[in-house]
């Protein structure tokens, strides 16, 4: 008996980090398990590159029939490039990255990864290429290495060790009771939002994905810590093509490009210089928010 009891416990194992990724992707994208509903084509081909270019092409999207939320929204991101996206909220920023995490197949147009319609790829292989640094990172009730891994189950200790320092969360780990092996969680320590970023982006960098997706925090970190975090996560975006959900203009200026969103459309699109020149939505959210904070 105890000899099946092995491969059961395995399997449960399995089950739960299973059901562990699902919940955690799902927080992260604040969905519910009912909104999955794509499944890959019977020919899907995997994805594998290093270089990523992405274009949304025509893209329309409605989670519900009778509402439409996304209306002809197309751009190109150049492989390595980062674009961000601004605009009021509601207007469907963090709609885009999920329809690039293929959480839903738009209603209508495209999106292609190097030209390929996403839906011709196998799901886990684009979800590979994809690293995503959330709002909110979900932290399991486990130790600080473990949650550092996530992801990464054949990620070595010193591999781990190396993306905490990239990330500069070693030092704080290292000062930890039990270092890597502290607990953290609802049960456990309980990290400061800073902290949490930086786990979130250690993990990124154990994954090493070629595309990025970073939806900024909309809860403010102390001028110091968000600034520390934004001169990292321009670290880690370099040579990625990187897509940002921008909640704050400040960290979207020097982006290759700015797409402002409003009601599900795309009304303004070109680098900072461009979009102040053109004094139109951008211009007004530029001036609003720097009379808001001056320096
Ligand atoms: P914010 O800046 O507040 O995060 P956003 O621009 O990222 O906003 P989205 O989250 O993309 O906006 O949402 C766009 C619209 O889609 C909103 O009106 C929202 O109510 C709607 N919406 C989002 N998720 C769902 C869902 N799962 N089911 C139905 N409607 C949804």
Known sequence: ???????????????????????????????????REVADAPDAIPL????????????????????????GVSFTIPAGKTLAVVGAS????STLSRLLFRFYDVTGGAIKVNGTDIRQLTQDSLRQHIGIVPQDTVLFNDS?????????????????????????????????????????????????????????????LLKNPPILILDEATSALDTHTEKAIQDELREISRDRTTLIIAHRLSTVADADEILVMDHGQVIEQGTHRQLLAQNGRYAQMWALQQAESPG
Do not use: C, W
């Not at 059961?8 to 980090?17: I, S, T």
């Not at 992260?28 to 398990?33: I, R, V």
């Open 48 to 71: 594998n590159t290093r270089q990523a270019e992405i274009r949304f092409e025509s893209v329309d999207f409605s989670y519900e029939p009778n509402r439409q939320i996304l209306f």
């Open 144 to 204: 600080i290495g473990y949650n550092i891994a996530y992801g990464n189950p054949n990620a070595t200790q010193e591999q781990i060790v190396q993306a905490a320092k990239a990330a500069r969360i070693h030092d704080f780990v290292s000062r930890l009771p039990d270092g890597y092996d502290t607990q953290v969680g609802e049960r456990g320590l309980k990290l400061s939002g800073g902290e949490k970023q930086r786990v979130a982006i250690a993990r990124t």
């Open 1 to 35: 008996l105890t000899q099946l009891y092995a491969p059961l416990n395995f399997l449960g194992f399995v089950y739960r980090e299973i059901k562990h990724a699902l919940a955690d992707m799902e927080r992260m994208f604040g969905l519910m398990a009912k909104d």
């Open 90 to 93: 509601g207007a469907g920023k």
